[in-house]
């Protein structure tokens, strides 16, 4: 199965700031099969991106994916007091469907 | 709106049966694939297992086969799964999710997630 490593585990980081977080495969992520959750505590995971650079619908234009093959990257522009949570990413391009650890952006 | 709305969870003893339930509304049901992923306390996702939008093909992870079934009831815009042979390692809150797509796989990601319920393995 593929293994998805995050980084970093911890981002911390004030509102206003770029956040950039990485989402490494242990193998070629097919057709460029991944996709990045937000998670809020006590909330279910949000899509933000799918298609690896795809925005879910309703999700702001701060939000950016990028990346192919094995390393793929989230970037939040512009912290917003309300991204502080914790990043998911997720390969779907084959089986079974694998998460890396998360990322979790707090507050400096 | 999108609504899934997980039901079922409980504590239960190593060794027993628990049956969860995933209503849907705001949405086609029948079409679409849906999957049920988990969260143990303080850990990442896991995917546990996928049902086809009709129901006819069936897909689960390793550390689930033979003890867990998934499967659907289109009439009812439910989804559910029956879990047998439970195990302290299946603690955790359960996340009913709908595909993209009417398969598993082909490239359908999961777009919309319940709020999840708890199974809590433990004698």
């Known amino acids: 199965e593929i293994v998805l490593t995050q980084s970093p585990g911890t981002l911390s980081l004030s509102p206003g700031e770029r956040a950039t977080l990485s989402c490494r495969a242990s193998?070629?992520?097919?057709?460029?099969?991944l996709a990045w959750y937000q998670q809020k505590p006590g909330q279910a995971p949000r899509l933000l991106i799918y298609?690896?650079?795809s925005r879910a619908t309703g999700i702001p234009d701060r939000f950016s994916g990028s990346g192919s093959g094995t390393d793929f990257t989230l970037t939040i522009s512009r912290l917003e007091p309300e991204d502080f949570a914790v990043y998911h990413c997720?390969?779907?391009?084959?089986?079974?469907?694998?998460f890396g650890q998360g990322t979790k952006v707090v507050i400096k | 709106e999108v609504q899934l709305v997980e039901s079922g969870g409980g504590l239960v003893q190593p060794g027993g049966s628990l049956r969860l339930s995933c209503a849907a509304s705001g949405i086609t049901f029948s079409p679409y694939a849906m999957s049920w992923v988990r969260q143990a306390p303080g850990k990442g996702l896991e995917w546990v297992s996928a049902i086809s939008g009709s129901g006819g093909t069936t897909y689960y992870a390793d550390s689930v086969k033979g003890r867990f079934t998934i499967s659907r009831d289109n009439s009812k815009n439910t989804l559910y799964l029956q879990m047998n042979s439970l195990r302290a390692e299946d603690t955790a809150l359960y996340y009913c999710?709908?595909?993209?797509?009417?398969?598993?796989?082909?490239?359908?990601?999961?777009?919309?997630w319940g709020q999840g319920t708890l199974v809590t393995v433990s004698s």
């Open positions: 298609g690896a650079s």
């Open positions: 193998q070629s992520v097919s057709s460029r099969y």
């Open positions: 997720q390969q779907y391009g084959d089986s079974p469907r694998t």
């Open positions: 999710a709908k595909d993209s797509g009417w398969y598993y796989g082909s490239g359908s990601y999961m777009d919309y």
